[in-house]
């Protein structure tokens, strides 16, 4: 075998000191390490920033979550006050998001990525056919009370269906559908799908991969991708994406937004029955 040591280097002895301080240091641990132990198994933890995953070794959990976005409103004792703009400024009216009556609105509202997918609450929660409907700006949430389930319906399906088809071309360039789907989708039709309808299209491809819950949020694509001048959009069972060419007013090029489509289906007429006027907030009641 060959020798790790050098042939023409001495061997360097340790100094007297550091020998001292190696026993000293042994003496130090013998004692602090047992009594560190018997203290972690009667539940002390050592005081630690939020280093992630060494917290989780640590501490057993997950550094703090950074302080979610302020919502406007206040909170209630199963959700959360969204005002509406009054024509006073004060905000005293608008629309509750609740987990009340088995119906978990609220949760929901907030798995699917809350404001920045579905938008603002656009009616009070409402009944009908035994299932609870509540319209934000981008989708309308369906529950069942009997399950407690609660999922975005087929709205462009739906508008489709009543014939609004030339008049979302005409006014909102949304194109009519051209590939048809029906009920929710399998993660292989969803995977085969995106990739045949966006995959020349990255931006989009990545805004859906970047959703939470994303085949629950938007459904299958039901178009090819369309040019509409300023802009390319894309519909979907459940609403329709914008990928901006250009700078606007609420985007930037290369940006891509989620279409209105729950204030398009009230342009439209199709929710009439819908309680569409803010009430007042709780503690005004």
Avoid at 13 to 36: D, I, K, M, N, Y
Avoid at 101 to 107: A, E, H, K
Avoid at 219 to 241: C, E, M, N, W
């Amino acid at each position: 075998m060959v020798s790790g040591a050098h042939p023409h280097r001495r061997q360097l002895r340790r100094p007297r000191h550091e020998s001292a301080t190696g026993t000293l240091v042994a003496l130090l641990l013998s004692t602090l390490v047992p009594v560190t132990l018997a203290a972690v198994a009667l539940g002390w933890r050592p005081p630690m920033p939020a280093f992630g995953p060494w917290r989780t070794l640590l501490h057993g959990q997950e550094a703090d979550p950074p302080p979610a976005a302020a919502l406007p409103g206040s909170a209630l004792p199963q959700g959360w006050f969204f005002p509406a703009a009054s024509g006073d400024g004060t905000g005293a009216r608008g629309f509750a998001v609740t987990d009340t009556d088995s119906v978990p609105m609220w949760t929901t509202f907030q798995e699917l990525g809350g404001i920045a997918y579905l938008g603002f609450p656009l009616s009070q929660r409402y009944e009908s056919d035994g299932q609870y409907f509540q319209l934000f700006q981008r989708a309308l949430l369906r529950g069942d009370p009997s399950s407690g389930a609660v999922v975005p319906t087929a709205l462009l399906d739906q508008l489709h269906a009543a014939g609004f088809d030339e008049q979302l071309a005409a006014q909102w360039m949304i194109p009519p559908i051209e590939v048809p789907a029906e009920g929710e989708p399998t993660g292989d039709q969803w995977t085969e799908r995106l990739d045949w309808l966006l995959g020349d299209y990255p931006a989009l491809r990545q805004y859906v991969n970047d959703a939470p819950a994303a085949r629950r949020l938007f459904g299958l694509p039901t178009s090819a991708v369309h040019d509409a001048g300023g802009f390319y959009i894309v519909r979907f069972q459940k609403g329709a994406l914008q990928l901006w060419k250009e700078d606007v007013a609420w985007a930037a090029a290369g940006t891509v937004t989620p279409v209105n489509v729950g204030e398009i289906a009230v342009a439209l007429g199709y929710l009439g029955s819908a309680p569409l006027v803010p009430e007042p907030a709780p503690s005004s009641r």
